[in-house]
Structure formats: structure tokens, C-alpha cells
């Protein structure tokens, strides 16, 4: 199918996008000709977003924390001892029902990858990339085997992935001493946060991720992005609603603020920069690659700055391996034959409809079940009330 009359959002450049099956096949100028498929008026067009970090099941917390820790283990004690009750809330909900919300939580902001902190998760038909070649360690604190496992000759082919740096203290930043230290197989590593990090450490690191909301919200500070970038490359997480709003958007909007990455720099976090880091096919809108797609209304003049201004009701197709995965109500009718084979939920984000693959409506109400008092940024619109 044909995609038409898109705006690039890193170029400006205009565009008609070819998909057929998993792949792009072509990305034109537009000459004049209709093709058929889908044609926009006054939309951006970008690559699905990469969210290098999330911890799916942990996505219908509310944010739990006051804000003055040291670091993540005296965040860690204090959460169980303070939010008790909030915490037994959520875990009544079965993990299935919680990983498969965090599917959604990514989906609805223009996530097509995201990489998931723990075991593998079990949900059936996944939507999105749920990338899982990895191997997880939690932090040199909460994982008392982490040397061990750091050193497991069977794993040394996988990069690992571990929370490192987590905290303004002294302890922080000497936890990266200490498993730098320990890397007897120079495993390639791949930290989350850094807070604590210093540039002679980051160097050892093949990339860092990046999640500014997450540490504002637990530690007042962020790690120091405008330094670190010159040692190892920085890619964008949002870690879960533990610590973080829903809103992807809300999150890069934050790290566009803080001026640590240039624009460019903070966009190709997102996608091409975090795709080669995970040796995935995607994050370019070129000929030949995954069609992870996301188009959304052109709300500003300049197309980057329409890009940062972009929030989830804005988001009009969500394209995951060439397959519809969200789309706005509006454009739905123009397409709802070829998508007839599939089930669609519709659903209601701010002011704005949208349908999205699989049944979403199904999964709000078993968690309402589960967990009555919950708040999510949808709500489910039955058929009977179709716009
Ligand atoms: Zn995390």
C-alpha cells in the first residue's frame, strides 16, 4: 500500500511511502500521480520510535516516590515500606494483563520497538517489537548473582543490560567501578540511567540509556548527557509509569528542554542510533528497511519542532512490520475493508478517536475488574457509540 503526501520529520522532505509486506519498497517524491492507499493532508512522518527501556508489567503503577533519594536502593526499601497498599493494588491484576498494557502504553505513543527489563514476556500477539535479544541483570545491587551471570560464558555473545549509575552518591558512582570491574569476558554493556557516570566510564559502556523523566522524578538530576555522548553513544528510555508519566512525548519533550542532546541528536536516540545498537532493521524510512511507521498531524510550521510537539491523540497510523496497528478513527473508513480480517478496538484519547489492533477494550475492562480504581489515559468507545 501507498502511504501519500507525507512530510519527512527529520528533512522536510516530501514523500509518498511504498509498503508491501514487512519492508518499505519505495519512498518517492510526489510527481503528480495518485496512488492508491492512504493520502494525508498536513502530516509528519517518522520512524516508529525505539524506546530502549521499560519494564512492561510495571505500567499501570502510578508514579511512587517524593523525589529526595540518594539512589535507587534507598528509593527501593522505601517504596515497599511507604506504598504498600498502592503497590498490592496493581499486583492484583495478573501479569499477562499488566505486560499486555505496556504493550499498549508504547503503541499508543508511536513506540514499534521496546525493550522490556526481565524475563521474557508472555503476551501472544505481539503488536509491537518486543526485543529480547539480550541479556537482563537488574543492578549490582538487586541481583545478587550479578557477577556470576555477568560471567556466564554460555550468554557472552549477548550484550548485557543492567541499571547502572542510579543515584548522586558516591555508592552510584562507584557501582560502575565495580562491574566494569568485574567484566572479566568483556561482554558488551549497555547501562540504563548513568546518572553517576563519569566520561573515563562511559567509554567502557556501548551505549547508555537515557531516561531523564525517570531520574528527575527519583533523584532531581540526570546523568551528564552533554558529556557522556562524546564516549558512548545515548539512547532514549522511559522506564515505567513507577517512575514516569504514560507519555512518551511528555518524556522527550523533557529531554529536548534540558539542551543536554541537539535535536538531531535526541530524534536519532529514537530510532536510527538505537537500531544500531540492537542490530535491528530498522529506525530509517529508507527502501528495503522494516516499515515501522509513525504518521501524525503537522502541528508546527518546521517539521522538527512538529515532531517534539507531537503527543498520542495526535498520532494518526502507527505502522509496525507493515502491519496497521493504530489508526485515527477518520481515516479508518478509507481502509476498513483491507483491514476487516483483524480485529480493531476503538478507543478514545483526549479529544481524539483512534482504532488499534487486538482487543484493547477486552483488556481495560479485566483490569478494571482486577483493579476498579485504576486511571488510563483511554477509554474504551463500544461499537454502539461509533463516531
Ligand atoms: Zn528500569
Known amino acids: 500500500m501507498w502511504l501519500n503526501n507525507l512530510i519527512m520529520a527529520d528533512t522536510g522532505q516530501n514523500v ?61 526499601k522505601r517504596l515497599h515500606a511507604d506504598y504498600k497498599t498502592e503497590i498490592n493494588a496493581v499486583l492484583k491484576v495478573p501479569q499477562p494483563l499488566r505486560e499486555k498494557w505496556g504493550m499498549y502504553k508504547n503503541l499508543l505513543g508511536g513506540v514499534t520497538t521496546v525493550l522490556n527489563h526481565g524475563k521474557n514476556v508472555r503476551i501472544k500477539n505481539k503488536l509491537i517489537n518486543i526485543y529480547e535479544r539480550k541479556h537482563d541483570l537488574h543492578s549490582v545491587a538487586f541481583d545478587k548473582y550479578w557477577r556470576l551471570r555477568l560471567n556466564n560464558p554460555f550468554k557472552r555473545k549477548l550484550p548485557v543490560v543492567i541499571h547502572s549509575g542510579e543515584g548522586t552518591d558516591r555508592a552510584a558512582k562507584k557501582e560502575i567501578d565495580t562491574l566494569l570491574k568485574w567484566n572479566l569476558l568483556k561482554r558488551d554493556l549497555i547501562a540504563i540511567h548513568g546518572v553517576a557516570m563519569r566520561s573515563e566510564q562511559a567509554r567502557q559502556f556501548k551505549a547508555l540509556v537515557w531516561c531523564p523523566e525517570s531520574n528527575y522524578f527519583l533523584l532531581n538530576k540526570t546523568a ?18 513507577l517512575t514516569g508519566k504514560w507519555n512518551i512525548w511528555d518524556h522527550i519533550r523533557l529531554a529536548q528542554k534540558n539542551l543536554m542532546l541537539h535535536d538531531m541528536e535526541l530524534y536519532r536516540s529514537l530510532n536510527s542510533t538505537a ?30 519542532d512538529a515532531f517534539f510537539a507531537t503527543n498520542p491523540a495526535d498520532i494518526l497510523l502507527v505502522m509496525s512490520k507493515g502491519r496497521i496497528r493504530l489508526i485515527d478513527a477518520a481515516l479508518y473508513p478509507l481502509i476498513a ?22 482487543d484493547l477494550t477486552g ?22 457509540n461509533s463516531v
Open 337 to 358: 475493508t483491507n483491514l476487516k480480517h483483524r480485529k480493531y478496538s476503538q478507543i478514545k484519547i483526549g479529544d481524539s478517536y483512534k482504532y488499534v489492533q487486538g
Open 363 to 384: 483488556l481495560i475492562k479485566s483490569i478494571k475488574k482486577y483493579y476498579p480504581e485504576v486511571q488510563l489515559p483511554v477509554e474504551a468507545v463500544s461499537s454502539k
Open 16 to 76: 509518498n511511502i511504498n509498503v508491501e509486506g514487512e519492508k518499505i519498497m519505495a519512498v518517492t517524491s510526489p510527481t503528480g500521480e495518485t496512488h492508491s492507499g492512504l493520502t494525508f493532508e498536513n502530516a509528519i512522518v517518522f520512524p516508529g520510535l525505539i524506546n530502549s527501556h521499560d519494564h512492561l508489567d510495571f505500567n499501570l503503577f502510578p508514579q511512587l516516590g517524593t523525589g529526595i533519594y540518594k539512589n535507587y536502593s534507598e528509593w527501593g
Open 224 to 241: 551528564p548527557i552533554s558529556e557522556l555522548k562524546l564516549d558512548t553513544k545515548i539512547l532514549f528510555g522511559t522506564d515505567s509509569t
Open 275 to 304: 537500531a544500531a545498537i540492537w542490530g535491528e532493521h530498522t529506525g530509517t524510512l529508507f527502501m528495503g528497511m522494516t516499515a515501522d511507521i509513525v504518521i501524525a498531524k503537522k502541528k508546527e510550521t518546521e517539521p522538527m
